[in-house]
């Protein structure tokens, strides 16, 4: 493979992690050690900059910064929710990266993001523009099905977890057999986070909170819910469920969808199950309700950050660099797990354009045959992705998260009209 | 004054906090110093225990249970929001204390508790029974008067402000100028809390989210906020407004009340003003508006307690039993700042009669002209209550919380009919 000189471009895309940024300083870190890559971009708010020539120099920031990145979230070029669709957008990046010697392209996404990556890619190679695309995973949602996990799920778990040991012990403070806490997760069609609460359990104590778990693999029904409810209380001060907002009933329809509307990818904007269920447990079985939607915390919650996902999101970008120097385009990074008892886990490489085709489910397997708890086998998978905790530096008694200085690269081209 | 020789009991009431534990851990810690106080018990559930003479020995905890009561949320002896009411209850309740020779009572807890506290004594001093009541202070909301500022304010706030910086950098990667995150934050008639989400600012950059804070100080109008948005959305990418669930109009009537009904003290039940905003926002001024509710991971979140507060909320518990050893009784121990520029704090008593008379609000000099944002008093006095952070134990990636034995005192009266 000759060696391929030229610039590299790091692009964010879709909605941000705990860790998506140490990815960024994976890139940049890794970049900064190959003599043919001559300057680092990033791009801002994702395809926004790529349309728009908006780049900005990541090798001109302080090392400090990029240093910051790994325990800095939401996604510090920007982000965005916009997917490519018309011709003429695909051949504008192209423009741009042939304006600035765009010659790696490092894209860090789900399934959409992948997808205009391997477009553009496609296109370069249409056009004889030697090119070299490596995708680079984030999802909290934890539903890719190349990898092992994703980066960004791990820190996602921490923070349930975390949150619902707190939300249970103020619980049972207060419940007397009569007290539901019912916390809703997100994870549109898969229930990998709500699953992950189950890590909030102590060993060998099945019947620590949460009690009930309620995942998007398992039909969901009114009365088996409430009889489950009813149990718990029997049994314990106070019950505490967790639930995935994509829970579904017995025909796969969503049983609560707040809004018609859909947002800017065409999903449909869920969530209110958690208020489903209040009204049911109110109405049928007449206990005290509290309602906690953990939303965007979820995926930002950088202060309770997984040292194990942090690390492996910062290997990830590193991996990607090598790959892509190392003549691989294409392709999108993937984490290995190893194979012995102690965890260890390894980067991969997979075709970038099998990587949008399938949602990867929580296994049923994995589910205890009361539909509502995980056995050992989900335990064994997700409890070392929570291992560890990011020391993030306190200023004045919050955490001092950091901010790129963001040098533009001069433009060169027109303005696009999208 | 005479030695009083006896046991002694401690109870919580009312919502936990982050640090209620600590004043538990401060009050058996230093009952264990004099020789005059014989055992220490807990109540548990608060009035629950001492109606139902539900007791159990704390001196037979382990060294390790007490201290991990330091870094523990919830209540561990289990809390209540009874109000004692009828004269039979306090009646029962001394006759609880004389079969078990409690001479010293620890309450912590807010205005009912301590007032409740105070009645019990009165109606000990009626019937000659020796015994000294020192109240303890907690709670989130920092409405009582007679301390500069309460146990869990401060823990409260340091997770506030940690959760406003990391659902800004998440909605500052997302936005476009479009994006408006309204975060619901607790405190029924007074601001304290969602004024404390303004030390999320970094110093001098008055620009920094939130970019809005809405306090029940300040009357409400629907117009003014519209507009407040409208400018944060043309200066900066996205708009954070953070929202006391309090709010009130001109006329003093809340802008949202969820239901019709009061909890067990006849509180109204507050909440949904966030979705009562994001239904204007929407509606009138075109942006996309995500709401987090923060809700009982205010008061619970102890992995991000303030060590300032746990220090502060150990040494009122502390400061109770020394009082009360030294003669003290029908007090409340207050916190006394320092006149020092350096923050210092010391302890205090006032009469237990006194607290629960007035509700302590957020100044209306301490909020800028502009009524959405703080000025440098509540700055100064905001600033040291978040200092330091709480070291909490990990086990397998999650906070390792104790859990009390709780090993019950025999019961020596018949059952209690309620």
Partial sequence: M?????????????????????????????????????????????????????????????????????????????????????????????????????????????????????????????????????????????????????????????????????LSVDADAMGQGDLVTIIEVMGRNAGWLAAGASLAKRRDHPNDPPHLVYVPEVAFSNDKFLDDVRKVLKREKHCVVVVGEGLVDKDGNYVAVETTSTDALGHAQLGGVGEYLRDLVESQAGAKVRVARLGVAQRAAAHIASKTDSEEAFLVGQAAVLAAVGGESDKMVTLVRGDNDVY???????????????????????????????????????????????????????????????????????????
């Fill in 2 to 166: 000759a060696e391929l000189n030229g610039n590299c471009l790091v692009s964010q895309s879709g909605g941000p992690t705990a860790v998506i940024n140490a990815s960024v300083a994976g890139v940049v870190g890794e970049a900064l050690n190959h003599s043919c890559i001559e300057e680092v971009y990033g791009a801002l708010n994702g395809m926004h900059g790529l349309l728009h020539e908006d780049l900005v120099d990541l090798a001109a920031e302080s090392q400090q910064a990029i240093r910051g990145l790994r325990y800095t979230p939401g996604a510090a070029l920007g982000s965005c929710r916009m997917k490519l669709k018309k011709p003429q957008d695909f051949e504008r990046v192209l423009e741009v990266f042939k304006a600035h010697n765009i010659r790696y392209f490092f894209q860090i996404g789900a399934e959409e993001a992948l997808e205009s990556a391997a477009k553009i890619s496609a296109l370069a190679k249409e056009q004889n523009y030697e090119l070299r695309v490596v995708g680079i995973p984030k999802t909290t949602d934890n539903d890719l099905s190349a990898t092992d996990h994703c980066p960004g799920y791990g820190s996602a778990l921490k923070y349930i977890g975390t949150t619902v040991r707190e």
């Fill in 344 to 418: 260890s886990c390894d980067t991969g490489l997979t075709n970038l354009a099998d990587v949008a085709t399938t949602n990867k489910k929580l296994p049923r397997e994995w589910i205890n045959e009361d539909g509502v708890s995980m056995n050992f086998q989900f335990y064994r998978y997700a409890t070392p992705l929570i291992q560890g905790e990011v020391t993030v530096p306190f200023d004045n008694g919050l955490p001092a998260f950091i901010r790129l200085a963001k040098e533009s690269v001069d433009k060169t081209l027109p303005p696009y009209e999208t």
